[in-house]
């Protein structure tokens, strides 16, 4: 079962999927307006234990997603609070003059050996597809 709650536009868009569990989404998505929960989306998956828990149910999955936000940090209407830190940049890696560094030698090495690597690759695809036999079936069907 599936809910999400997202600001838009000063709107709040939502929506859920039961899943087969009647009601299931439903009761997720209340839980998620009574928690004021924005900018989020919660999933409960419920496995079959041999005993039917008739009602009850909704109860557990109300409690778990609840349980989910709590564990995440929500504060309401405020969303889910991240500490991710400063990182690393996932752009170009400049210094402050504005040049991109070079890469190291290992860097360079690796890359001329993934390109290697590609090309006899390629070419042993080519072959494949051609029908012409490869380099190692043809040394070892001349011996």
Known sequence: MTAYRVVSAKRVLKAYDDDG??????????????????????????????????????????????????????????GIQH?????????????????PLPPSKRARADMDEHVTKRSVLAIAAERRLLGAPSAACSTSASK
């Not at 005993?51 to 209407?77: D, S």
């Not at 500490?83 to 890696?93: D, E, I, M, N």
């Open 21 to 78: 569990e009647a009601h299931g989404g439903q009761r997720l998505a209340g839980c998620l307006v009574r928690e004021k929960a924005v900018n989020c989306a919660v999933v409960v998956s419920r496995v079959w234990g041999g005993q039917n828990l008739g009602k009850r149910r909704f109860e557990h999955i109300v409690e778990r997603a609840r349980t989910l936000l709590l564990a995440a940090g929500h504060r309401p209407g405020e």
């Open 83 to 99: 500490a991710w830190g400063v990182g690393q940049s996932l752009g170009s890696r400049e210094v402050l003059g504005g040049a």
